[in-house]
């Protein structure tokens, strides 16, 4: 059975746009919380792959997206390499052990942690198992760049001070770390595809930290040989990027993917003007406009103005907020799916 998403992905028509929102599965659901009670924590759930199937299923079974995303989070690839890592409650994540010189990197494990990662590789087995067989499964992973923020600024920042103190400091030592992994990530997704995941998505949430030479050079350098490796071993399954941020840098993006995630900060009409000729572009409604059922109509029929008779995968342009009520997330769904019919 064709997957509407998967065919949105590779540019072929379909009776509707595709849409899915990023953070799908998580807080504004009461079955999510639910679930991570019964887990105990967050990292309990990413690691039990019956809990952490059950919440990536509940967004399409609840708010009818056309994709499911598996159920885990970028930060479980350094964790697994060899970094401590805790979620602070209010705090977000944290690694109390941060990378601070070669000595610590050398500690870290590039084929112990792609191997250490079974448990992801076991919820998309489930996941894959029980999802309708029309419904699409992303897989993901961090950028080699926003990880490698949080393995050395130890959390989130609001100056990037440490990390970037070593780009213009100690390049050689940041591109280790960058290269490390980045080989992690090459088995990770390979071995993601290979558990059923149907396409993979790269997030380099920490892109706008840097200004254009230092994006291309230390970000997406890296994700252009994330993706030249995926593409030449999995050529069917599609890849989107999503490089938040960075809507000055767009004529230089180029590389071996198939969709471009635009974050909310860049107009649909500038990414389509910049890319839409290359790739399929995905977003980019203003995730807070879901406070609103007549921010939610504007904000659809915006991009639907832009995206009309174009190739396109409907999203917003970051994360559902955790306040967000759930009847208004179902019908942002609802409305794309009805509005872009048979454009
Ligand atoms: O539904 C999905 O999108 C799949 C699951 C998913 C999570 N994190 C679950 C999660 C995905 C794709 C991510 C990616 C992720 N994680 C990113 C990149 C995407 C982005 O938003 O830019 C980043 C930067 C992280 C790191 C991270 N994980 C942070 C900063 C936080 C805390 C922020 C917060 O909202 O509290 C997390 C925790 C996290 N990851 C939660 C979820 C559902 C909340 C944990 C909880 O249940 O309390």
């Not at 174009?310 to 955790?322: Q, S, T």
């Not at 759930?326 to 009805?338: D, G, L, M, P, S």
Request: proline residues 5%.
């Amino acid at each position: 059975m064709s997957k509407i998403f998967i065919d949105a992905c590779k540019g072929k028509k379909t009776p509707y746009t595709p849409v899915w929102m990023m953070r799908q599965a998580g807080r504004y659901l009461p079955e999510y919380m639910e679930v991570r009670a019964q887990a105990g924590d967050f990292l309990s759930l990413c690691k039990d792959p019956e809990k952490a199937c059950a919440v990536s299923l509940q967004p399409v079974d609840i708010v009818g997206v056309d994709a499911a995303i598996m159920f885990s989070d970028i930060l479980v690839v350094p964790l697994e390499m060899g970094m401590e890592l805790k979620f602070v409650k209010g705090e977000g994540p944290v690694f109390p052990h941060p990378v601070t010189c070669m000595e610590d990197l050398d500690k870290l494990d590039i084929e112990k942690g792609a191997k250490n990662l079974q448990y992801v590789y076991d919820t998309i087995k489930l996941i894959r198992g029980k999802l309708a067989a029309d419904k699409a499964l992303i897989g993901f992973c961090g950028a080699p760049w926003t990880l490698a923020t949080y393995m050395i600024e130890g959390q989130g920042t609001k100056t990037y001070a440490k990390v970037k103190k070593l780009i213009y400091t100690n390049p050689e030592f940041m591109h280790a770390l960058l290269k490390k992994v980045t080989q992690t990530l090459k088995l990770y997704l390979a071995n993601q595809i290979k558990s059923g995941a149907d396409v993979v998505m790269i997030f380099d949430s920490w892109a706008a930290a840097l200004e254009e030479s230092a994006y291309f050079e230390f970000s997406w350098n890296y994700i252009k040989e994330l993706v030249g490796f995926i593409k030449s071993n999995y050529p069917d399954n599609p890849i989107i990027v999503f490089p938040k941020g960075i809507s000055g840098y767009l004529d230089k993006i180029d590389g071996d993917f198939d969709v471009f995630g635009v974050d909310w900060s860049t107009p649909i009409e500038l990414a389509k003007e910049k890319l839409g000729s290359k790739y399929i572009l995905q977003g980019n409604m203003e995730p807070t406009r879901l406070y609103s059922k007549k921010a939610i109509d504007e904000g659809v029929d915006k991009i639907i103005k832009v995206m009309k008779n174009e190739r396109h995968v409907f999203n917003l342009g970051h994360g559902i907020l955790p306040d967000v009520p759930v009847e208004n997330a179902k019908y942002f769904i609802k409305t794309v799916q009805e509005k872009t019919k048979n454009l």
